[in-house]
């Protein structure tokens, strides 16, 4: 497969045309491709809220309306599909507890002594981030742009066309979406569909630094 | 394309068979797949340094032999190719400057009107980082995370076993790379080639949370 031709060509999306919706096998893709995507020690410290809905997009623009933000509300009520990732607000003992359970549950764990290694290994890096570089919350945040970055690839393979979203305003999608209650909050958001005439950013070439820039060998 | 299929199928690979090497026309699409990875306002904080030499991948070893993370080192040494991902120690304006000379020379900017408009956006999410959100770090190593993703899914789409490793000792990477004084510091490590019969995980399912747990739909 030619992955690298898929990503020459995809381009983030600047007008959708909301009458094309992405149909139903082709979201439960996406969704897959969300829930399997890797993390750090397999932490998943993630939700991720789909709207396919016009009030399920409503909401999540109120968030994307004011100022600089505005052409992205327009991105989003005009998507087929909207995600918003969101990021744990914690990374608690329940959390893991549940997370060795879940893998014990779906056979990971041979024997009990494969299962407790995984979880002493697990407590070293939740620890490092706890304690020493004391920076947990941009650790799964981090995760959660792995997954963007397989999601916008993803869609790319599925021809769907894809916009990460950075700007809108947090606390108004949090509280929108009573996200703190849940111990979570929003990190990022992505539009997804098929573009319109007015997409003007697919006509203009990609750019980036040059091959020698960016990558050195060693 | 069954994209999800190939996420179902991927795994992190745990040993791999020093005897096997990528093809370089598959190298080519890892590289081609890092430097087109989309990036917040285009910003491509980062660089990427690949060793696939036995020389170059036992430097980046050295920052892999301590305590816990020696299986890493292990796993980085046997690896055909390891990409060091770096993020940029700094957002300033002689990036930013060369950034737009970039695309401009791409062809990007039809008019100088939509030149100044993009610098004008720029300015505006560069400087939420550094005056509002103070997290110009950690803003940079999301996009970083967001090329990891790329290449994960990417390389499971060539058939390229793959595992990111986030334990290693920067301050070690950065020192034996010099990258300090190349303005980037080293964030995650993936190592790239083919499993080993050592490589327990092939044989172990894959494990995430249900469905119900990290999606909900608006």
């Not at 959390?95 to 024997?111: I, V």
Request: charged share 25%.
């Amino acid at each position: 497969m030619d992955i690298a031709r898929i990503a020459l060509n995809r381009h983030t999306c600047k007008a959708y045309d909301p009458a094309r919706k992405i149909p139903a096998a082709q979201v439960e893709q996406l969704k897959t491709l969300l829930r399997f995507s890797p993390s750090s020690i397999n932490s998943q410290p993630w939700h991720f809220i789909i709207a396919a809905s016009d009030e399920g997009k409503a909401r999540i623009a109120k968030a994307a309306q004011q100022g600089p933000y505005a052409a992205n509300g327009t991105k989003i009520l005009n998507a087929s599909h909207v995600v918003v990732f969101c990021a744990r607000t914690t990374m608690d003992d329940t959390h893991l507890a549940s997370l060795l359970a879940q893998e014990d549950a779906d056979g990971r764990y041979p024997t009990p002594e494969s299962k407790a290694a995984q979880s002493k290994g697990r407590s070293f890096y939740t620890g490092l981030h706890r304690y020493d570089y004391k920076d947990t919350q941009h650790w799964m945040e981090k995760q959660v742009y792995l997954a963007l970055g397989t999601l916008l690839l993803g869609a790319a393979a599925l021809e769907i066309d894809a916009t990460p979203i950075e700007g809108f305003d947090p606390r108004i999608l949090n509280e929108e979406l009573g996200l703190r209650e849940q111990g979570l909050t929003s990190v990022v958001i992505a539009a997804l569909g098929y573009r319109s005439a007015d997409d003007f950013n697919a006509k203009l070439p990609k750019s980036r630094f040059p091959m020698e820039r960016v990558i050195s060998e060693l």
